[in-house]
């Protein structure tokens, strides 16, 4: 009797599972419909101020207020997004462009209203503005301060599109504020989703740079990681600073790997010593910063540097004798050299060149059959 009660309720859970999955396909094909409807109203709409901004150069005053309340629905808003993204032609964009700058006063109104709506709306009127924003803009304007303030909403993807959108407005000093209020939540954004987001800014990067790096220490660790990549990517002027760095102990080990792999990708003569004595520790808990400093010192000369290498190569962990073999081949030494060195004493040296070589061989294969 109980297993045919669980049979049953069984049976009844599917059951209810596929009525709530037709109910809801029943209700996707309502309002994809409705969103066709409403976006070949809005098109027609906003091409006919296309026009009127090529005969008489700018848009109806009265459109603009229309646009302004009937956006303040966030259906219509999707559906004036899908017809932007339709109309993507380059003939067009000038066209378009100019439309979305004349735009502005919609912008702010809806900007406005967005910010008191639930948080769902919030992050999708964001996301909207970082796709379709004008293009002639102040540094200081109304929209981008306001958009700082949604970086105090308690939605992860209200902050992460606000955020995409002052990206888009290129404002290093919107960005500088919105990340810090962004770190005072508490509520972190992950390094790698932060760096790459910094790294589509569309304004100054040096600029940008400047002021992350003036509130540096008022950010927490996790967001100072962030900031040091991002360097790393576009500022070759920060030698100095990510040395200190380097070489403070008493900073967290994250910090320091970024420091180090700065110098991965800018040379910097002063840190060859302190990177071939990261390379040749022989500790094991500090086999992150030998990996690392190995890597690094494939752009590094000098009798020293090779040392760290050749001993590097028979190192157990398999992380430094991997990157130590890159930055061997990096120096330009022959393979076949480095096999004889290594051959027949230690097979782990051995199998990683190995490795490397049927690596490479792989990749100019590859080269080889890409059609011309």
């Not at 927490?220 to 102990?249: H, P």
């Not at 390379?279 to 030998?290: M, T």
Request: hydrophobic content about 40%; some cysteine; proline content about 2%.
């Amino acid at each position: 009797m109980g297993s045919e009660l669980l049979l049953y309720a069984y049976g009844a859970v599917c059951l209810s599972m596929i009525v709530f999955n037709m109910v809801y396909n029943i209700y996707l094909n309502r309002r994809d419909r409705q969103i066709v409807r409403v976006s070949g109203d809005l098109e027609r709409r906003f091409l006919e101020q296309l026009e009127n901004i090529r005969t008489r150069g700018n848009v109806d005053e009265e459109h603009i207020r229309y646009m302004g309340r009937r956006l303040s629905n966030v259906n219509q808003l999707m559906a004036f997004d899908k017809v932007l993204n339709e109309h993507t032609e380059e003939e067009n964009k000038e066209v378009i462009r100019e439309y979305l700058n004349q735009f502005y006063p919609a912008f702010i109104h809806l900007t406005v209203v967005y910010q008191g709506r639930e948080n769902v709306q919030a992050a999708y009127f964001a996301y909207f503005l970082s796709k379709h924003k004008p293009q002639d803009h102040m540094v200081f304007d109304v929209v981008q301060e306001i958009m700082t303030e949604y970086m105090l909403k308690d939605n992860f993807y209200c902050r992460v599109n606000a955020l995409k959108a002052l990206y888009a407005f290129g404002s290093p000093e919107n960005v500088a504020a919105a990340i810090l209020l962004q770190d005072r939540s508490g509520s972190f954004f992950h390094e790698k989703l932060l760096t790459d987001g910094l790294l589509s800014f569309t304004g100054d990067h040096n600029r940008l740079i400047d002021l992350l790096w003036t509130d540096y220490e008022k950010f927490s660790v996790k967001t100072q990681l962030a900031i040091l990549n991002y360097i790393r990517y576009k500022s070759s002027g920060y030698k100095e600073e990510m040395y200190r760095i380097m070489m403070d102990a008493s900073l967290d080990k994250e910090l320091r790997l970024a420091a180090i792999r700065y110098f991965g990708r800018y040379v910097f003569p002063p840190a060859r010593d302190a990177l071939v004595a990261f390379a040749v520790d022989k500790e094991p808990e500090n086999w992150e910063y030998a990996a690392v400093s190995v890597s690094a010192l494939g752009r590094y000369q000098g009798r020293k540097v090779m040392e760290a290498l050749f001993q590097a190569i028979h190192s157990s962990n398999w992380y430094i004798r991997y990157n130590a073999s890159a930055s061997l081949e990096a120096h330009g030494l022959d393979y076949n050299r480095l096999l004889e060195v290594v051959a027949g004493r230690d097979r782990y040296a051995r199998e990683i060149m190995m490795y490397r070589l049927d690596t490479r061989r792989l990749e100019q294969e590859k080269v080889q059959e890409v059609p011309a």
